[in-house]
């Protein structure tokens, strides 16, 4: 089984602030099989980004991913004060199964 | 718009059985594929269930197998998670959410999850 290793477990900004959050996997990963979801208390999680750097509907472009194989990126380039928020990496794979990094909290400095 | 509304959650005794439900409004609930996730208290995001969007196909989670059994009812919009032989592990806040039969990938909608706490 694939396990998702994300860091920082805690990142602190500033709205404006650029922030990166990284998705480690134990084993290579097809790009395709690579998303982000947004998840507020009380809310239902958002799905951000699908196939590595494809945006969902509505997301803002201020939200962009990247890399490939075992290593991968969220990027929010100017936090808004709706971004603060955890963040989950999640890879699909055979079996059928899916599995989700431990999240990052990105909270206001 | 797309919405998903869980129910059904509560305290239950460990070993004891509790039916969750999924309904589904503002999409063609038969075309899509549905799943149940799941939270524990201070934990990361678990996969439970897959349920095909035709009903034929089912899979589970290793920690659920045996325990748990999604289903369907395409004329209600529903989804259910039937639970049965709780355990305190068991005590989360369970989503569901839907995914593309041609995509799997990922989770394109969520709703906003109903608690279970198992617990004596």
């Known amino acids: 089984e694939i396990v998702l290793t994300q860091s920082p477990g805690t990142l602190s900004l500033s709205p404006g602030e650029r922030a990166t959050l990284s998705c480690r996997a134990s084993q290579s990963v097809s790009s395709r099989y690579l998303a982000w979801y947004q998840h507020k208390p009380g809310q239902a999680p958002r799905l951000l980004m699908f196939g590595v750097s494809s945006r969902a509907t509505g997301i803002p472009d201020r939200f962009s991913g990247s890399g490939s194989g075992t290593d991968f990126t969220l990027t929010i380039s100017k936090l808004e004060p709706e971004d603060f928020a955890v963040y989950y990496c999640?890879?699909?794979?055979?079996?059928?199964?899916?599995?989700f990094g431990q999240g990052t909290k990105v909270e206001v400095k | 718009q797309v919405q998903l509304v869980e129910s059904g959650g509560g305290v239950v005794q460990p070993g004891g059985s509790l039916r969750l439900s999924c309904t589904a409004s503002g999409f063609i609930f038969s075309d899509y594929c549905m799943h149940w996730v799941r939270q524990a208290p201070g934990k990361g995001l678990e996969w439970v269930a897959l349920i095909w969007y035709d009903g034929t196909n089912k899979y589970y989670a290793d920690s659920v197998k045996g325990r748990f059994t999604i289903s369907r009812d395409n004329s209600k919009n529903t989804l259910y998670l039937q639970m049965n032989s709780l355990r305190a592990e068991d005590t989360a806040f369970y989503y569901c959410a839907r995914t593309k039969a041609a995509a799997l990938y990922y989770f394109d909608y969520w709703g906003q999850g109903t608690l279970l706490t198992v617990s004596s």
């Open positions: 999640q890879q699909y794979g055979t079996s059928p199964t899916w599995t």
